[in-house]
C-alpha cells in the first residue's frame, strides 16, 4: 500500500475540511489508481525541529523560540519531538521525547552566532528520524535560509529526501530582498527551502514581521493535524526500486472556489 499525506487549502491559505474519498484522484507515473483506504483524523505525530542558531538569526531568535514554543502547543499527548540546532555545525540537542517542557528548557540557553550549515541539520534531522516510533514523520526547519558551511550539497539531500517519507515543513524568516546578505547561498535561501519543502508534500511560510512567527508556527502544527492520507495499491507491482511520481487531483464538491493540493512527488518503490 502507497500512503499519501494530502493537505487542501484554499485562495486564502485557509485548511480545507470535510472533503471525503471520492474527491480525490491519485494518479501513479500518469496512471490513475483506485484509492482504497482514506483517513482525515488526528494521527500521533514524529517531528523534528530544525533550529537555526546562526549568527545572522541573532536579532530574530528570541521570536523564533517563541514559534518553537507555539508550535509545541499544538501537540497530540502521543507526539513526540526531537531538537537540532545549528549554526557552523549541526547538533542533537535532544533526542525524541514527549516532554515539550524538557524541548523549551534546552532551547533557553543558546545564544545565536557562527555560520550556517543548514543542509547538514537537515540531513541529521532525517538520520534521527530513523528511529522514529509514529509511522506519520514531519521536520519542521525555523531558518533564514541560505547555506553557507556544510558538508552535504543540494543533491545529496534530495535524495536522502526522497527515501526518507518524512514531510518538509519551513518557516523562513528571510529579511528583506534589499538587505539580505549578498552571497549566492543566502539569495537561493527561499528557492532552496521552497524546493526541499515541496518535494515532500510541505511548505515554506515566508515570516515579514516577526510578530508573526508564533501565529504561524501554530497554524503549520494544525495543518499537520488536519490532512487527508489517501491508500492505494499501486497498479505498477514490480519491486524494481524505481521512482514512480505522484500527483493528487481533485473532483472538489460543486460551488468551492479553486482549491490548492499539496502532496509528495512521489516514493520508490521497494527493491525486491
Same mark, same amino acid.
Request: net charge negative; aromatic share 8%.
Given at each position: 500500500?502507497?500512503?499519501?499525506?494530502?493537505?487542501?487549502?484554499?485562495?486564502?491559505?485557509?485548511?480545507?475540511?470535510?472533503?471525503?474519498?471520492?474527491?480525490?484522484?491519485?494518479?501513479?507515473?500518469?496512471?490513475?489508481?483506485?484509492?482504497?483506504?482514506?483517513?482525515?483524523?488526528?494521527?500521533?505525530?514524529?517531528?523534528?525541529?530544525?533550529?537555526?542558531?546562526?549568527?545572522?538569526?541573532?536579532?530574530?531568535?528570541?521570536?523564533?523560540?517563541?514559534?518553537?514554543?507555539?508550535?509545541?502547543?499544538?501537540?497530540?499527548?502521543?507526539?513526540?519531538?526531537? $531538537?537540532?540546532?545549528?549554526?557552523?555545525?549541526? +547538533? /542533537? =540537542?535532544?533526542?525524541?521525547?514527549?516532554? %515539550?517542557?524538557?524541548? @523549551? !528548557?534546552?532551547?533557553?540557553?543558546?545564544?545565536?552566532?557562527?555560520?550556517?550549515?543548514?543542509?547538514?541539520?537537515?540531513?541529521?534531522?532525517?538520520?534521527?528520524?530513523?528511529?522514529?516510533?509514529?509511522?506519520?514523520?514531519?521536520?519542521?526547519?525555523?531558518?533564514?535560509?541560505?547555506?553557507?558551511?556544510?558538508?552535504?550539497?543540494?543533491?545529496?539531500?534530495?535524495?536522502?529526501?526522497?527515501?526518507?517519507?518524512?514531510?518538509?515543513?519551513?518557516?523562513?524568516?528571510?529579511?528583506?530582498?534589499?538587505?539580505?546578505?549578498?552571497?549566492?547561498?543566502? $539569495?537561493?535561501?527561499?528557492?532552496?527551502?521552497? +524546493? /526541499? =519543502?515541496?518535494?515532500?508534500?510541505?511548505? %515554506?511560510?515566508?515570516? @515579514? !514581521?516577526?510578530?508573526?512567527?508564533?501565529?504561524?508556527?501554530?497554524?503549520?502544527?494544525?495543518?499537520?493535524?488536519?490532512?487527508?492520507?489517501?491508500?492505494?495499491?499501486?497498479?505498477?507491482?514490480?519491486?524494481?526500486?524505481?521512482?514512480?511520481?505522484?500527483?493528487?487531483?481533485?473532483?472538489?464538491?460543486?460551488?468551492?472556489?479553486?482549491?490548492?493540493?499539496?502532496?509528495?512527488?512521489?516514493?520508490?518503490?521497494?527493491?525486491?
Amino acid at each position: 500500500m502507497a500512503l499519501v499525506n494530502v493537505t487542501v487549502t484554499d485562495p486564502y491559505d485557509r485548511l480545507v475540511t470535510g472533503l471525503e474519498k471520492e474527491n480525490f484522484r491519485v494518479f501513479e507515473d500518469g496512471v490513475e489508481q483506485e484509492v482504497v483506504s482514506f483517513s482525515s483524523e488526528d494521527v500521533p505525530i514524529s517531528i523534528g525541529v530544525i533550529f537555526d542558531m546562526s549568527g545572522s538569526m541573532s536579532d530574530k531568535v528570541d521570536k523564533a523560540r517563541q514559534a518553537a514554543v507555539q508550535f509545541f502547543k499544538t501537540a497530540n499527548p502521543l507526539d513526540e519531538f526531537f $531538537l537540532v540546532s545549528f549554526n557552523d555545525r549541526a +547538533e /542533537l =540537542t535532544s533526542r525524541f521525547t514527549s516532554s %515539550v517542557e524538557d524541548l @523549551e !528548557n534546552r532551547m533557553m540557553f543558546t545564544e545565536a552566532h557562527g555560520r550556517t550549515a543548514l543542509l547538514d541539520a537537515i540531513y541529521l534531522g532525517l538520520s534521527e528520524m530513523r528511529g522514529a516510533r509514529n509511522a506519520k514523520r514531519a521536520l519542521l526547519i525555523i531558518s533564514d535560509g541560505g547555506d553557507n558551511h556544510s558538508r552535504y550539497n543540494e543533491n545529496d539531500i534530495k535524495n536522502f529526501l526522497k527515501e526518507a517519507d518524512c514531510q518538509l515543513y519551513a518557516v523562513g524568516v528571510f529579511d528583506p530582498l534589499g538587505i539580505r546578505s549578498r552571497t549566492t547561498e543566502e $539569495l537561493n535561501g527561499p528557492s532552496l527551502l521552497d +524546493e /526541499l =519543502t515541496d518535494m515532500t508534500g510541505g511548505r %515554506v511560510f515566508p515570516v @515579514e !514581521n516577526l510578530n508573526d512567527l508564533p501565529d504561524i508556527a501554530a497554524k503549520i502544527g494544525m495543518e499537520l493535524r488536519n490532512q487527508y492520507v489517501l491508500g492505494y495499491k499501486p497498479s505498477n507491482s514490480r519491486h524494481d526500486g524505481t521512482w514512480r511520481k505522484i500527483k493528487v487531483r481533485l473532483r472538489p464538491p460543486r460551488g468551492l472556489p479553486p482549491l490548492n493540493v499539496y502532496a509528495k512527488t512521489g516514493y520508490f518503490a521497494p527493491a525486491q
